[in-house]
């Protein structure tokens, strides 16, 4: 069974920064692609990055330039940075295998103060 473990969110003020980490249980983590999700209040779930078995990254449009996905395949974990962030940047993130590959976890908030 898949685990996801989300960490790092926080509150944040405008043009800050943040580190969110994804534990990842359950698959063989090396060999999958892999993405962050979030969700806006009264808005659908949305693809914010992904990240290949081999670390090719892809980015949404709003988030190119200021996000950075990683991931270390010893820790089972991925990670992303994200900088100058914005008050649109508010929501629950999640991750998950891109394509999604289990159900979801309990996401970690990110809150930006304009």
Known sequence: Q???VESGGGLVQA???LR??????GIV???NS???YRQ???KQRELV?????????NYADSVKGRFTISRDNAKNTMYLQMNNLKFEDTAVYYCNGYPRTGSWGQGTQV???S
């Open 40 to 42: 806006a209040p009264g």
């Open 49 to 57: 990055a992904t990240i290949t078995s081999g670390g090719g990254t």
């Open 2 to 4: 898949v685990q996801l």
């Open 29 to 31: 983590f090396r060999i």
């Open 111 to 113: 809150t930006v103060s």
């Open 20 to 25: 969110l980490s994804c534990a990842v249980s």
């Open 15 to 17: 043009g800050g920064s």
């Open 34 to 36: 892999m993405g962050w």
